[in-house]
């Protein structure tokens, strides 16, 4: 039986240099992030909200009615009540992947005003500025979300 007292310690990879300006930390070589930048994130991000809240309304209200005309049977044959429960299925997975997009939303806000924006939440190197752009909901850096999808 093999023991763990042979073998050698996975290594960390090597941390990339950040600094930190204003209240964001940003990689070495990045510019820091500029006001316009930040409000125009902000923007999106609220913006994104609003439209979450819009998305996770109007399925619930669709789950509501087919929960409401779902119930009534009489009539409905097999098919019919197959369909209604696929339907109902498919709006509650839409609202609760919204609302699981409108809490990433909130944190990445939440995470703008404290200052922790742009800092990964697993190893605490810096993000990049250029992922956060893209994703603005991100809160692990490339190589910690390459990990966990690995998991």
């Known amino acids: 039986m093999k023991t763990n007292e042979n073998r050698t310690p996975a290594t960390a990879p090597a941390k990339a ?6 209240n964001l930390t940003v990689k070495d070589g990045e510019t ?16 994104d909200a609003v439209h979450l809240k819009e998305e996770i309304r109007d ?7 087919l929960l409401r005309d779902g119930g009534d049977g009489a009539g409905n044959d097999q098919a ?7 339907e109902r299925d498919h709006e509650m997975s839409l609202a609760r992947n919204a ?20 800092v990964c939440e697993s190893c605490g190197k810096a993000i ?16 910690c979300k ?6």
């Open 128 to 143: 990049g500025k250029g992922r956060l752009q893209a994703f603005p909901r991100a809160t692990l850096c490339v190589s």
């Open 99 to 118: 609302s699981d997009m409108l809490d990433q939303i909130e944190r990445a806000l939440s995470r703008i005003d404290d200052g922790t924006y742009g």
């Open 59 to 65: 399925a619930e209200q669709e789950i509501v009615g």
């Open 17 to 22: 240099p950040t600094k930190k300006t204003g």
């Open 146 to 151: 390459e990990r966990e999808e690995r998991r």
């Open 80 to 86: 019919d009540v197959g369909s209604t429960t696929l």
């Open 32 to 47: 820091p992030w500029t006001a316009a930048e930040m409000a125009e994130l902000r923007t999106e991000l609220e913006a």
